[in-house]
Protein backbone atom coordinates (compact mmCIF):
# COMPACT_ATOMS: atom_id res chain seq x y z
CA UNK A 1 0.00 0.00 0.00
CA UNK A 2 1.27 3.89 -0.65
CA UNK A 3 -0.66 6.57 0.73
CA UNK A 4 -0.55 9.60 -0.67
CA UNK A 5 -1.28 13.09 0.62
CA UNK A 6 -1.36 16.02 -1.70
CA UNK A 7 -0.92 20.22 -0.26
CA UNK A 8 0.09 23.34 -1.77
CA UNK A 9 -3.36 24.39 -3.22
CA UNK A 10 -4.81 27.20 -3.06
CA UNK A 11 -6.30 30.48 -4.64
CA UNK A 12 -4.17 32.47 -6.61
CA UNK A 13 -4.49 35.38 -9.50
CA UNK A 14 -4.63 34.19 -13.36
CA UNK A 15 -0.95 34.40 -13.91
CA UNK A 16 0.36 33.61 -10.82
CA UNK A 17 2.27 30.66 -9.57
CA UNK A 18 1.89 27.55 -7.21
CA UNK A 19 3.51 24.77 -6.00
CA UNK A 20 1.96 21.76 -4.89
CA UNK A 21 3.03 18.67 -3.06
CA UNK A 22 2.66 15.19 -2.95
CA UNK A 23 3.92 12.99 0.29
CA UNK A 24 4.11 9.32 -0.22
CA UNK A 25 4.57 6.79 2.48
CA UNK A 26 4.05 3.14 2.79
CA UNK A 27 6.17 0.85 -0.13
CA UNK A 28 9.23 1.97 -1.14
CA UNK A 29 8.42 5.29 -3.17
CA UNK A 30 11.41 4.77 -5.76
CA UNK A 31 9.24 1.76 -7.50
CA UNK A 32 6.75 4.01 -8.56
CA UNK A 33 5.99 6.42 -11.18
CA UNK A 34 4.24 9.33 -10.61
CA UNK A 35 1.33 11.81 -12.02
CA UNK A 36 -1.06 14.39 -11.39
CA UNK A 37 -4.47 14.58 -12.74
CA UNK A 38 -7.26 17.25 -12.53
CA UNK A 39 -10.44 17.20 -12.10
CA UNK A 40 -13.07 20.27 -12.51
CA UNK A 41 -16.96 20.56 -11.58
CA UNK A 42 -18.56 18.24 -14.04
CA UNK A 43 -15.70 17.50 -16.30
CA UNK A 44 -13.78 13.87 -16.28
CA UNK A 45 -10.56 13.37 -14.44
CA UNK A 46 -7.72 14.41 -16.75
CA UNK A 47 -4.18 13.99 -17.18
CA UNK A 48 -1.76 16.57 -16.11
CA UNK A 49 1.44 14.90 -15.77
CA UNK A 50 3.67 12.07 -15.27
CA UNK A 51 7.29 11.19 -14.11
CA UNK A 52 8.87 7.94 -14.19
CA UNK A 53 10.28 6.26 -10.90
CA UNK A 54 13.60 7.80 -11.44
CA UNK A 55 12.72 11.45 -12.89
CA UNK A 56 14.56 10.93 -16.01
CA UNK A 57 11.19 10.77 -18.21
CA UNK A 58 8.45 13.13 -18.02
CA UNK A 59 5.39 13.51 -19.76
CA UNK A 60 3.13 16.49 -19.64
CA UNK A 61 -0.29 17.56 -21.61
CA UNK A 62 -0.60 20.15 -23.96
CA UNK A 63 -2.39 22.41 -21.79
CA UNK A 64 -0.01 22.72 -19.56
CA UNK A 65 3.44 22.08 -21.28
CA UNK A 66 5.67 25.04 -21.04
CA UNK A 67 3.87 26.31 -17.78
CA UNK A 68 3.85 22.86 -15.41
CA UNK A 69 6.77 21.25 -14.30
CA UNK A 70 6.92 17.92 -12.42
CA UNK A 71 9.93 16.63 -9.77
CA UNK A 72 10.24 14.13 -7.39
CA UNK A 73 12.58 13.98 -4.41
CA UNK A 74 12.95 9.99 -3.97
CA UNK A 75 15.01 10.79 -0.54
CA UNK A 76 11.97 12.72 0.77
CA UNK A 77 9.33 10.30 -0.73
CA UNK A 78 8.05 13.27 -2.24
CA UNK A 79 6.82 14.43 -5.94
CA UNK A 80 5.96 18.28 -6.97
CA UNK A 81 4.32 20.13 -9.40
CA UNK A 82 5.00 23.40 -9.93
CA UNK A 83 2.36 25.30 -11.96
CA UNK A 84 3.46 28.92 -13.47
CA UNK A 85 1.50 31.58 -15.88
CA UNK A 86 -1.83 30.10 -14.01
CA UNK A 87 -5.25 30.42 -16.04
CA UNK A 88 -8.66 30.08 -14.86
CA UNK A 89 -8.81 27.15 -16.72
CA UNK A 90 -6.44 25.60 -14.35
CA UNK A 91 -9.02 25.37 -11.22
CA UNK A 92 -9.36 22.20 -10.47
CA UNK A 93 -9.24 19.63 -7.51
CA UNK A 94 -5.66 18.47 -8.35
CA UNK A 95 -4.94 14.51 -7.34
CA UNK A 96 -1.89 12.83 -6.87
CA UNK A 97 -0.77 9.40 -7.98
CA UNK A 98 1.28 6.21 -7.93
CA UNK A 99 1.45 3.28 -10.04
CA UNK A 100 4.22 0.47 -10.53
CA UNK A 101 4.52 1.48 -14.53
CA UNK A 102 8.52 1.63 -16.07
CA UNK A 103 7.12 4.29 -18.05
CA UNK A 104 5.02 7.19 -16.96
CA UNK A 105 1.21 7.56 -19.12
CA UNK A 106 -1.55 9.29 -19.60
CA UNK A 107 -4.06 6.69 -18.69
CA UNK A 108 -5.64 6.98 -14.95
CA UNK A 109 -6.34 2.92 -14.89
CA UNK A 110 -2.58 2.29 -14.80
CA UNK A 111 -1.77 4.12 -11.30
CA UNK A 112 -3.34 2.30 -8.26
CA UNK A 113 -3.23 4.95 -5.30
CA UNK A 114 -4.41 8.27 -5.31
CA UNK A 115 -4.61 10.76 -3.06
CA UNK A 116 -7.62 13.01 -1.67
CA UNK A 117 -7.22 15.92 -3.60
CA UNK A 118 -6.25 19.53 -3.37
CA UNK A 119 -8.06 22.26 -4.36
CA UNK A 120 -6.95 24.82 -7.06
CA UNK A 121 -8.74 27.59 -7.88
CA UNK A 122 -6.92 30.75 -10.39
CA UNK A 123 -9.18 33.76 -10.61
CA UNK A 124 -9.42 35.77 -13.57
Known amino acids: QVQLVESGGGLVQAGGSLRLSCAAS????????MAWFRQAPGKERDFVAAISWDGGTTVYADSVKGRFTISRDNAKNTVYLQMNSLKPEDTAVYYC?????????????????WGQGTQVTVSS
Open 26 to 33: GRAFSNYA
Open 97 to 113: TAGRIILPGTDASAYSY
